[in-house]
Structure formats: structure tokens, C-alpha cells
RNA sequence: ACGCCUGUAGCUCAGGGGACAGAGCAACGGACUUCUAAUCCGUGGGUCGGGGGUUCGAAUCCCUCCAGGCGUACCA
């Protein structure tokens, strides 16, 4: 919709003949205050073509496109010609895109049903599920459903790590010290305080890992013993992750782990071989990447295959399945070179689909003293982090709105859509030091502060209805309602960035900026108490955030209850 | 040693080459007989890590240095 708006601005200043639509669309901005317009053109670059001082140009430009009935106003300030949008016709046009039930606001069909898979979560079989997988989770999750609502296809893959020398490790720990009664009760924390044994032991008793080794190779040789431990560990290890999936709402199309893909590695290194790209070194096999990068292995020694070799099978497979036209891994920055090895490796093999491959990296979660490590057992489990939000917010609703119905309900969305809106509210590249006053603060900038304009429109809307659904442009006047109007207009532009730049982040700091200009609206523009007509309009204002509110929320992944 | 990432208010962070650099937390002072105070209003607080450069214009782009993080073939 403001589409149309920045056409017509860029159309005009074409006229000028220096400089062409497309061109005068890229420099339009938003001006730094919004008393000062809707949109600003600065001058400068059409200054240097004309050979004339920019605020001259402006000032032309501007009593030139003045009048145009888009505008009520085009003025020149300095260097800038400062558009705004006439006030009934924004009214119009956010209000009825809003509330307009032919296409859900936000939504397009750009992506034309191509297949966006998504490789996210994957966590590690046998390990707790600690707030480090948090991140791609709710990151993986949050993307999904921003291509889906741009009418992408979206194939949510959970490559879970259920294979490779970890598994020895595990197996060999589980021979010496494993009790079969402890992995039935507790069967992730068993297995960890093992794993935790088993590297402890491992220092002073270096035969460990060798041990450790060796149990990965009959693994993957199909030993039996060996298996059928392994699938036990599996399959008590997804009961729980399960459990916590359904907490964050999130899905996948495929629990493909990495195991998913031993019967296809030789496949993939057969197709390097014959290519000529694999070449022996110290025993091990290895395709060369040149000086930019080491080689990457694709064999041990003792003839095992790696993580690499996995996920170069997995991606060919994935191609083969559904010739996506993007592929994304939602995977920490501390493997940014292994996917720059992968991608290589398949450019090499001669898929020209290798481009469609990205790594979509983020920050790692540490402690005040240090990264955290499953081996050393130092992890925070994010059932717990789960569970104390939920338990602070039934504590704060108690105290708060006692006579709350459902209460467990809404401090569970509560509790678990500020843990979600911490980690989505920031640039995913940069490390998070993990602070537990900060997870279970629900006030300022988080998901409670949105949830809670929610909730209050909610309440106003529920005192009266119905009323009159005819949008009246003229009678919006103060900068609260103004501001609201603008916001609201740019939630489709907001969902499609953080589409571009494959960062929720960009929709979650929307999120804050429209519940916070709802909050202004809310202290300063009784509804209610307004007459009739302003009542009618400030009620469908009202309405129309509540919709942006709860579907961008949605798009996060996180609850938008109606009473808290 | 090399490579990638990060450095903005006391703390956590926003800032699509543009107009006086913005929020939240913390601190202090205000606003609940009025649509839910998980809110709002006000005050203080900044050599945008340092130094060069490109540009009419740099927190933003380039170079360099400093600090921190991560990574650098038999883990994932």
C-alpha cells in the first residue's frame, strides 16, 4: 500500500529528468521525526547532477508536488522535501487493508509457493536441550512462518545430531558405568552425567577416547550391541525434545537426523570420487579447497565419516526432495567455516544449486565465566528457564488480576513469549551472556510489554461492541492517532525485511515500536469516553493494532493472550 | 600466526550513506475514585573503541591499530 505512495513521490521527482523512478524511489527515507512527514526525498545527489544547491531544488520540487492529492502536505526543510500522507486517505487505506479480510495484512504471495528449507534446532541426541538451542529454534521457527506468510513453501528440517563419534563416546561410557534403571527414569541426565564421566576420565586415561572411537566405527558397521543401544538412547531423548517443542510451538516437516543419511554417504563420496575432487592424505580422505581454506575431511583414518560428509549427502538428498530454491541453516557462527567448506564442496561437485545454500549464523550464549559446554556439564537447561518464567508470571498475574481466569494458561504464554522475544529481539549475530534476572525481567522492551497493549485493547473492545465499521478518515487529529496510522502501514515492510535479511529481530523490534505508540494512544486518547464518532474511529484503531499485535506476535512464534 | 564476527549512555541493546545519535534496564522525581500502573510522563547520563581515508555529508563504506569472542583436517 505505501508502495504506492513512494511511486508517486519517485514518478514526480523523475519529471526532473535527471535521475530515473527507480533511482528516486531508493533515496526516499523516513524522516526523522514524524511531526515532519511520512516520507523525505533528500536532494543532494540531484544537486550534483543539476549543478544547483540542494534546498533550492527542494524548495522547486516541493511547490511543484504540492497539491498532489496524495499529500496534504509537501514541504521543503533545508535540503529535504518532506512528504505527508493526507490523513483521512491513510486512514482509509490501513484501516480497511487491516481489517479487510480478503488478504490477511502482512501477508503476500511474493514467494509463489518455492520451497524454503529450513535446517533448524538439531539438537544432540543424548544431551539436555539447554537454552544454546533456544536460539536456533525460535530463530528457525520465527523464519518459517515469515516465508510461509510470503507464500513460500517452507520444509522445516530437524537435523538432529544423532550420529558420529559422540555416540562412541557415549556407548563406551555407557559399558563402564550406565545403569539401565537411571537411563529409564532420568534417561537425558544419565546420559550426560556419563558423558560428563567419560570426558573427565578421558584426561587422565587417554585410552578413553580411542575406546570411544572404536564403538562409533562397529556403530556405523552395524553392530548390534551397539545399535540397539543407540536407538534406545534416540528414542528417549526425542520423547523429551518432543515435549519441549510443543511448549515453544514449534514444528518441523522431517525429524531427518543425521543418521537419516548413512545409506547415502557412499553415494555422495562415489560422485567426488569419480570427479576426481577426493584425494588421500595422512590416511584420511579429503577434498582440497585451495588457500582460502583447510580441506575438508570427508573420512577418518580408520575409514568413519564426519559431520562434513553427512551433511554434504544431506544437502544433495534434500535437492533431489524438493529442488528448493533456498536453503537455509539456522546453525551458531562458531561453524560458519564448516558450512563454507560444505557449500565448496557441492560448488565443486558441479550443483549450480550450491548458491542456494546459506548459513544463517547467531551469536553463541555464555556465561559471565565462559561458553558453555555439554562436556563439562555446564549448561542451563531451558525447560528450567521455561519453567521459572511461567512460574514468576503466575506469581505477577496473582498479584496483579487476581480474578484472572485460566491463569495457568496465560502465565504459560506469558512466561514462555518472554523467553522466546529475548532471544528474538536481537541482531541473531551477537553473543548473549545469559543472565537470569534478565530473562525474568517482564518489563520495558519485552514480550509482556506487547502482550500487555494486546490485552488492553482487547479489554476496550470488549466493553463495547459493536459499533460502526465504516472507517472515518477525516476525524484522526492528534500525533497518538497519526503515529498509530503510520506504524500500523508499515508492518508489511517490516515482515518483508526480516524476510530479506533472514533476521525476526527486524519484526520483533517493530513489534515494540507499535505497542509503544499504542501505549501513547492509550494515555492520551480516552475511547470510551470519546463522543460517538471519535469513539467509532478510535475503537477501530484500537481494533486494526490488535490485529498487527497478535499476527506479528504469531509470526514469532509467541502467544497473544486477551486478558493478563 | 592467520581467518570470521563484535565494539554506540553505568548495564543490555536499536540505528537500510543523510536532518540535533535513540530505546529499555538501573538511579532520581511524578501519574492508579478515570478504557488493566507488566503502563505512562519528567530528569540526569555519549570523544558512536583509537587513528587515518572516501564523500557535499560517515555510528554506517575503505584502510590501520587496539580490545573481546569464535574458528583454523581425524568433535559436532
Not at 226 to 249: H, K
Not at 525 to 542: W, Y
Amino acid at each position: 500500500m505505501m508502495e504506492q505512495y513512494r511511486k508517486t513521490i519517485a514518478g514526480a521527482i523523475a519529471e526532473t529528468g535527471v535521475i530515473d523512478p527507480a533511482e528516486a524511489e531508493l533515496l526516499l527515507e523516513f524522516p526523522p521525526d514524524a511531526s515532519m512527514g511520512d516520507f523525505a526525498f533528500p536532494c543532494f545527489t540531484l544537486a550534483r547532477r543539476l549543478k544547483q544547491p540542494p534546498h533550492s531544488i527542494a524548495e522547486t520540487l516541493a511547490a511543484k508536488l504540492d497539491g498532489v492529492h496524495l499529500f496534504s502536505k509537501v514541504t521543503s526543510v533545508g535540503p529535504y522535501v518532506n512528504f505527508t500522507i493526507s490523513r483521512p486517505l491513510l486512514a482509509q487505506e490501513v484501516l480497511s487493508s487491516v481489517l479487510g479480510e480478503e488478504v490477511e495484512y502482512g501477508h503476500s504471495d511474493t514467494g509463489n509457493g518455492k520451497v524454503v528449507v529450513i535446517d533448524f534446532s538439531s539438537p544432540n541426541i543424548a544431551k539436555p536441550f539447554s537454552v544454546g538451542h533456544l536460539r536456533s529454534t525460535v530463530i528457525g521457527g520465527a523464519l518459517g512462518r515469515i516465508y510461509k506468510s510470503q507464500g513460500y513453501e517452507v520444509v522445516g528440517i530437524n537435523h538432529l545430531g544423532d550420529w558420529g563419534t559422540q555416540f562412541g563416546k557415549l556407548i563406551a561410557a555407557f559399558k563402564r558405568w550406565g545403569s539401565r534403571e537411571q537411563l529409564r527414569a532420568q534417561p537425558v541426565s544419565h546420559l550426560l552425567e556419563i558423558y560428563v564421566k567419560f570426558h573427565r576420565e578421558a584426561e587422565k586415561e587417554p585410552a578413553l577416547e580411542e575406546e570411544g572411537r572404536l564403538w562409533f566405527k562397529r556403530l556405523e558397521e552395524g553392530n548390534e550391541d551397539a545399535r540397539l543401544l543407540w536407538e534406545q538412547f534416540r528414542d528417549l531423548s526425542l520423547e523429551e525434545f518432543r515435549r519441549i517443542y510443543s511448549l515453544l510451538s514449534v514444528e518441523f516437516e522431517h525429524f531427518h537426523g543425521e543418521s537419516f543419511y548413512n545409506d547415502k554417504l557412499n553415494e555422495a563420496i562415489k560422485v567426488l570420487e569419480n570427479k576426481g575432487l577426493i584425494k588421500e592424505s595422512q590416511g584420511a580422505l579429503v577434498v582440497d579447497l585451495g588457500e582460502e581454506m583447510p580441506p575438508c575431511m570427508l573420512k577418518k583414518q580408520d575409514g568413519a565419516t564426519l559431520y562434513a560428509t553427512r551433511e554434504i549427502a544431506a544437502a544433495i538428498y534434500r535437492y533431489g526432495q524438493y529442488q528448493f530454491e533456498k536453503m537455509l541453516y539456522v546453525v551458531g557462527a562458531d561453524q560458519s567455516l564448516h558450512f563454507k567448506q560444505v557449500f565448496a564442496v557441492l560448488e565443486l561437485m558441479g550443483f549450480e544449486w550450491a548458491e542456494k545454500c546459506e548459513h544463517v549464523p547467531f551469536g553463541l550464549i555464555r556465561f559471565e565465566d565462559g561458553k558453555m559446554s555439554t562436556r563439562q556439564g555446564k549448561v542451563v537447561l531451558l525447560e528450567e528457564v521455561l519453567n521459572k518464567a511461567i512460574d514468576l508470571s503466575l506469581d505477577i498475574i496473582k498479584q496483579k488480576n487476581p480474578g484472572l481466569e485460566q491463569k495457568e494458561k496465560v502465565a504459560r504464554q506469558i512466561g514462555i513469549g518472554a523467553v522466546i522475544f529475548a532471544d528474538l529481539a536481537n541482531d541473531r549475530i551477537k553473543d548473549v551472556e545469559f543472565e537470569w534476572e534478565k530473562v525474568l525481567d517482564f518489563s520495558g522492551d519485552t514480550a509482556p510489554y506487547i502482550q500487555y497493549a494486546h490485552a488492553r485493547i482487547c479489554s476496550i473492545l470488549r466493553k463495547e461492541q459493536p459499533w460502526e465499521k465504516t472507517v472515518p478518515g477525516e476525524i484522526y487529529s492528534s500525533p497518538e492517532e497519526e503515529r498509530l496510522l503510520v506504524s500500523l502501514s508499515r508492518f508489511p515492510a517490516a515482515v518483508s525485511r526480516s524476510l530479506e535479511l533472514n533476521k525476526p529481530s527486524v519484526l520483533a523490534r517493530y513489534l515494540l515500536d507499535l505497542a509503544r505508540d499504542f501505549n501513547h494512544f492509550y494515555h492520551n486518547c480516552p475511547v470510551l469516553q470519546a463522543e460517538a464518532g471519535l469513539r467509532n474511529a478510535r475503537l477501530l484503531l484500537a481494533m486494526a493494532v490488535r490485529v498487527v499485535l497478535a499476527r506479528g506476535l504469531r509470526l514469532l512464534g509467541i502467544a497473544a493472550p486477551e486478558e493478563m
